[in-house]
């Protein structure tokens, strides 16, 4: 763990109140919640390294693998979906090797499949970090993962 995780979860009382604060502040100290992170949280909270485990693993902004140094998520809700959504996700799994939830192994990039971001009249859509690309194609897609390489 490094010492910026732990000098997150130092700033906070032991009081089990604080466990979703702790975890969202180490995950943005450190990218991530890592095994050594969750250890400390439970000593430090005086509560089962299970339990912990269990309230982070019901919220889907919580990662316990580090991330790509960029997020690639793919939109399959309604209209994406209808539009070649799932079309533009197998691009993406297909050009980079990996699956949503997974993280290529130079760390380069991470994949997640979304239900919506709100801008249907856009779809497809594919977002790479904060930026949006819209109308995606399968050939675009390995276009725009060419700029992040």
Avoid: W
């Amino acid at each position: 763990m490094g010492n910026q995780a732990q000098g997150v979860i130092t700033q906070f009382a032991s009081d089990r109140s604080n466990l979703i604060p702790i975890l969202q502040k180490v995950q943005e100290a450190e990218r991530f919640i890592s095994e050594e992170a969750v250890a400390e949280i439970s000593r430090h909270l005086s509560i089962s390294e299970n339990d912990i485990y269990s309230v982070a693993s019901f919220y889907s902004q919580f990662r316990f693998h580090l991330p790509g140094d960029h997020t690639i998520k793919v939109c399959l809700g309604t209209a994406c979906h209808v539009i070649g959504g799932e079309r533009i996700a197998e691009s993406v799994e297909r050009e980079l090797g990996i699956k949503p939830g997974q993280t290529t192994d130079d760390f380069r990039f991470s994949m997640e499949r979304v239900a919506c971001f709100g801008c249907c009249a856009l779809a497809p859509v594919m977002v790479i970090d904060e930026d949006v690309y819209s109308r995606m194609t399968p050939v675009k897609v390995k276009e725009v993962l060419e700029k992040y390489k």
